[in-house]
Nanobody
C-alpha cells in the first residue's frame, strides 16, 4: 500500500499563500495513476480540489481555478499544491489522495493537514 504524508498547512491571512506537500512512500511496489488534493471543512463533505495524472494532466475545482496549482516530481515521490490568493472559504483539512491503475486499483489517503485562512 502507498503511504501518504501531508505537510505545509497552517494559518495565513486572506490573500496569502501556502504550499502543501504530499510525500508518497511504498510506491516502489505500487503504481500510481493519479494523485490529488481534497479538502473537508467542518459540516461539509470532502470535495475535490485538484488532481494530476501520470501524464501530468491536471484538473481543478472551479472554486480554485487560477489560484491553486498542482504539480509533482518525476518520480511521483512528492505532489505539491501551491495555493495563492487564499480566501476564508478555503479553510479546511486538506487530504492527499493516490489511486492505482485499473489493473491493480487501490485508493490511499493521507492523514490531512489543516489550512486556516483568517479574514
Amino acid at each position: 500500500q502507498v503511504q501518504l504524508v501531508e505537510s505545509g498547512g497552517g494559518l495565513v491571512q486572506t490573500g496569502g499563500s501556502l504550499r502543501l506537500s504530499c510525500a508518497a512512500s511504498g510506491r516502489s511496489f505500487f503504481s500510481i495513476n493519479v494523485m490529488g488534493w481534497y479538502r473537508q471543512a467542518p459540516g461539509n463533505q470532502r470535495e475535490l480540489v485538484a488532481t494530476i495524472s501520470s501524464t501530468r494532466r491536471t484538473n481543478y475545482a472551479d472554486s480554485v481555478k487560477g489560484r491553486f496549482t498542482i504539480s509533482r516530481d518525476n518520480a511521483w515521490n512528492t505532489v505539491y499544491l501551491q495555493m495563492n490568493s487564499l480566501k476564508p472559504e478555503d479553510t479546511a483539512v486538506y487530504y492527499c489522495n493516490a489511486e492505482g491503475p485499473a489493473t491493480m486499483y487501490y485508493v490511499a489517503w493521507g492523514q490531512g493537514t489543516q489550512v486556516t485562512v483568517s479574514s
